[in-house]
Nanobody, 126 residues
């Protein structure tokens, strides 16, 4: 079975930082798109960032550009999302997901991702 384990969420003050991790088991990052999505209470799920495991190409939502950085360690089947200068509007449950390489495109389409992690809560206080 393929499992994605997301971790690293927590409670931080505005301006703080967190690093989320997403580790896959039962799956090898080979020509894979790995995306981060988030869902705030009462809002639809939105794409945050994605990365290609083959060429490292990345995409970001405008709202996080310059603050978030996505990276991958293919040897560890792990993707990271470094989140700096966090804002209260970043508060959400963050999910990682895996899709075919074609899914590494903007805007992110969540229906193109077929394995999902359980989510990790990020709360930013003002």
């Amino acid at each position: 079975d393929v499992q994605l384990q997301a971790s690293g969420g927590g409670l931080v003050q505005a301006g703080g930082f967190l690093r989320l991790s997403c580790t896959a088991s039962g799956y090898t990052f080979d020509d894979t798109a790995i995306g981060w999505f988030r869902q705030a209470p009462g809002k639809e799920r939105e794409g945050v960032s994605c990365i290609s495991s083959s060429d490292g190409r990345t995409y970001y939502a405008e709202s996080v550009k310059g603050r978030f950085t996505i990276s991958s360690d293919n040897a560890k089947n792990t993707v990271y999302l470094q989140m700096n200068n966090l804002k209260p509007e970043d508060t959400a449950v963050y999910y990682c997901a895996i899709g075919d390489i074609e899914a590494n495109a903007w805007p992110l389409k969540d229906y193109e991702y077929y394995y999902w992690g359980q989510g990790t809560q990020v709360t930013v206080s003002s």
